[in-house]
């Protein structure tokens, strides 16, 4: 019987619980789970970060290679897997140190079902195997175990070990629930493992132990190397270790924390979405796993729910709404319009709830609020309100008042607003791609009325930022990087843009030694360091990012990059540690106990130092940056295939499943590209004017239609290299590239046949 059918095959063996060391074949409930025994403390492990120390290693998306190491009692150990195929996983142990005589370490390897399917232990052939419906797993190891014990849970099993001692023969068995295969690190200071799924129990058999004596499969390589190196390594890691099997709603979803326990599952809307987004640069189906889960949220009422757990449910407000800006973007990098398809309806409805249900005194520009719905804790407090903007006790929120009237606070919150014209920007521009010509043009007048109202109004002359302001009076003291969102929705006029420049380069309250504090260095709020009170936040620093590079302002943006790369890579390196905030002062993680050490919005640094290379830009498109710098980058996902781009010598090279499709060593950054069957245009945006030259080697001349460059005919030659070559004088300034090709001359060439 088949449990669990929706995950796709390439990913049905992997680390789906709990437990990071433990691998599940999810369509069977199969579970291989590593349990760990010291007899110098008589304590054991189930190697889970709740409890057990645990470094996070490498992890593809797919499972096809994983990594981590723990710590018991002195004694730490390294546990890798691979994946031969889709059906197969094989497993290893290796003791890097001790803590104590090996005879008296024990690594288990607890065979078990969801179901409670019996598992038998043959000893001729030294395997172990268990019948799931009509299929077989069969689990071999290399190294026969010094005992195999039975038992009812892997709970008893611990409870077997720390009661009883390894010295014990009295749970010998060769069949259980929970079938144990006990090692000591004195006669298997490295051991392995293979299990194979199969239709028969002999193939099963076959196929674990030829598993076992299969070549390893070759090491990870890095997806990032030399400029911002690891920086995509990173953010795969994170997505990979974060994403998890909900038991309880039968799905598998990218957590906010494999670590954090809040239940048997817990959706934060914003959180969420991001998850989408960092998925979404790897795998777009579980991009959009990652987008149903957090727009399930979506109320009768109108909004998404600020949260979601197995123990509470938050209706009574949402979060800011960067739904839209998350589903263009992935639209963007994947081509494909099912996603905006799906998400389109949610969104467009949790927008006109913002607008209608959090505006009491119709003035155009919104509260944050608490609704009377639902049973939420917190529901119809201040702090309920504070909830919707995702930073609960900032400073920007000392000086506002719940209103139990109006149900809502005080003030208007320029973060708040900005996100609200932002997601009614991006609607639009979904809208329109899906056909919905009036809701794109609702969309975009709502988007213009309420950029014109932050500029108007959210404006502080006196102190030439935007700032939060009381709905019936002033503006309030206390600032954050929200002030700089008015960049992010296209709210800030040109010379208010100037100002922000200013604000964010001053030393006295933005400049920190590590970027942007959410409060500012002059604030007596800095010196509380908790959570929104003075800390260093992903979430904000990457829209911040957007928001400069909305603007053109490329130079502020790539050092607010490089600062938020710095500061992730501080704790990463050598700690493994991916924090949902970073102290403002010493750029320490883990400094004070609000914080959780492996988040997922920790990827938007990292992501920021990817996009610095090749982005998915809302407003620009496909984006690649040459900024003469030595990178590898990729695999990643684009509409046009798997994407490696790399830069030699000042050489760029842009790769599309395996084959070279783009050079140049042109010095700047190409956008809007798209390529599709018969075209590839983009725009140049060089650094300086000059003479420059573009090589397409999939493309050979014999299949030219033609091409322009701008308003003017471009001639093309043959490239020494193969394919074709565009030679011309660059301008300072943005200039579109067309070609146009017989996609049946490319095939019949033989070079690199471009689809669709």
């Not at 598998?252 to 979405?273: C, E, H, M, S």
């Not at 004017?689 to 014999?702: D, M």
């Not at 093309?716 to 011309?728: C, K, L, Q, V, W």
């Not at 004088?729 to 060439?749: D, I, M, P, Y």
């Amino acid at each position: 019987m088949l449990l669990h059918t929706t995950v796709p095959l390439s990913r049905a063996w992997n680390s789906w619980s709990d437990r990071p060391a433990e691998m599940v074949f999810l369509p069977l409930g199969v579970r291989v789970t590593p349990v760990l025994y010291s007899s110098r403390s008589r304590t054991t492990s189930e190697i889970a970060p709740r409890r057990d120390p645990v470094r996070l290693g490498r992890h593809n998306i797919d499972g096809s290679h994983i990594d981590l190491e723990t710590e018991l009692s002195g004694t730490t150990i390294g546990f890798s897997t691979t994946k031969p195929d889709p059906f197969t996983v094989c497993g290893r142990w290796e003791t890097l140190k001790t803590g104590e005589w090996g005879l008296r370490f024990w690594v288990t390897l607890a065979i078990s079902v969801e179901g409670g399917e019996t598992v038998t232990f043959d000893a001729d052939k030294g395997v172990a195997l268990v019948k799931v419906g009509t299929r077989f797993v069969a689990i071999a190891t290399a190294d026969a175990p010094v005992q195999v014990t039975g038992h009812e849970t892997i709970a008893a099993l611990r409870a077997d070990f720390e009661t009883n001692g390894y010295f014990h023969l009295a749970t010998r068995s060769d069949a259980a629930p929970v079938l144990a295969l006990r090692f000591n690190l004195e006669m298997m200071r490295q051991g392995a493992y293979c299990a194979a799924v199969a239709d028969s129990a002999a193939l099963a058999t076959a196929n674990a132990i030829a598993g076992l004596a299969a070549k390893r499969a070759a090491d990870l390589p890095p997806a990032h190397l030399s400029a911002y190196e690891g920086a995509l390594d990173a953010v795969r890691d994170v997505v990979a270790w974060n994403t998890v099997w909900d038991e309880t709603n039968a799905r598998p979803y990218t957590a906010v924390t494999r670590i954090w326990n809040l239940g048997k599952f817990a959706v934060w809307y914003n959180d969420q979405t991001f998850a989408a987004l960092l998925a979404g640069v790897f795998d777009a189906d579980l991009a959009r796993e990652n987008m149903a889960v957090a727009l399930a949220g979506a109320t009768p009422q109108g909004n998404i729910a600020c949260i979601v757990t197995s123990n509470d449910a938050w209706v009574d407000r949402s979060q800011p709404p960067h739904g839209a800006l998350v589903a263009w973007q992935l639209y963007q990098r994947s081509g494909e319009s099912s996603i905006l398809r799906a998400s389109y309806q949610a969104l467009a409805r949790n927008n006109r709830w913002w607008r209608t249900h959090r505006d009491p005194d119709s003035a155009g520009l919104v509260s944050c609020g608490t609704s009377d719905v639902g049973e939420g804790l917190y529901k119809g407090t201040a702090f309920a309100a504070r909830n919707e903007t995702g930073m609960d006790n900032s400073a920007t929120h000392d000086e506002a008042v719940y209103q139990p009237e109006t149900r809502s606070l005080s003030t208007f919150d320029v973060g708040l607003n900005c996100a609200l014209a932002l997601d009614a920007e991006m609607l639009a521009r979904m809208a329109s791609v899906l056909g919905h010509n009036e809701d794109a043009t609702e969309f975009a007048a709502a988007a213009e009325r309420i950029r014109a109202l932050i500029s108007q109004e959210l404006w502080d002359d006196e102190r030439k930022i935007f700032a939060n302001r009381q709905r019936k009076g002033g503006f309030v003291r206390s600032l954050s990087p929200t002030s700089f969102y008015p960049l992010l929705c296209g709210a800030a006029t040109t010379g208010q843009a100037e100002h922000l420049l200013r604000h964010l380069g001053d030393e006295s309250t933005f400049a920190g030694p590590f970027g942007l504090p959410n409060a500012t260095l002059d604030d007596p709020a800095f010196a509380d360091n908790v959570y929104w009170r003075g800390r260093i936040w992903p979430n904000v620093n990457y829209m911040v990012w957007l928001g400069l590079r909305r603007y053109g302002f490329f130079e502020q943006a790539s050092a607010l990059a490089r600062h938020s790369y710095d500061l992730f890579m501080k704790s990463w390196r050598g700690g493994r540690i991916a924090a949902e905030n970073y102290n403002a002062v010493t750029g320490e993680a883990m400094d004070q106990g609000d914080t959780d050490p492996f988040y997922i919005w920790a990827a938007l640094l990292p992501m920021m130092a990817v996009g610095e290379i090749c982005d998915f830009d809302p407003w620009r498109g496909w984006s690649i940056n040459n900024s003469g710098d030595d990178v590898s980058l990729g695999p990643i996902l684009t509409p046009a295939g798997a994407a490696m781009v790399t830069i030699r010598d000042g050489l760029l090279t842009l790769a599309l499943d395996g084959k070279d499709f783009l050079r140049t060593r042109l010095r700047g950054r190409l956008s809007d590209i798209v390529i599709e069957k018969g075209s590839v245009s983009l725009t140049l945006l060089p650094e300086a004017a000059g003479e420059g030259a573009i090589e397409l080697p999939s493309i050979p001349v014999s299949a030219l239609v033609a091409s322009r460059l701008g308003e003017a005919e471009l001639a093309a030659t043959d490239s020494p290299t193969g394919g074709i070559r565009f030679e011309f004088a660059t301008q300072a300034s943005a200039t579109r590239l067309s070609v146009h090709f017989s996609n049946k001359s490319v095939e019949s060439s033989g070079i690199h046949p471009l689809t669709s």
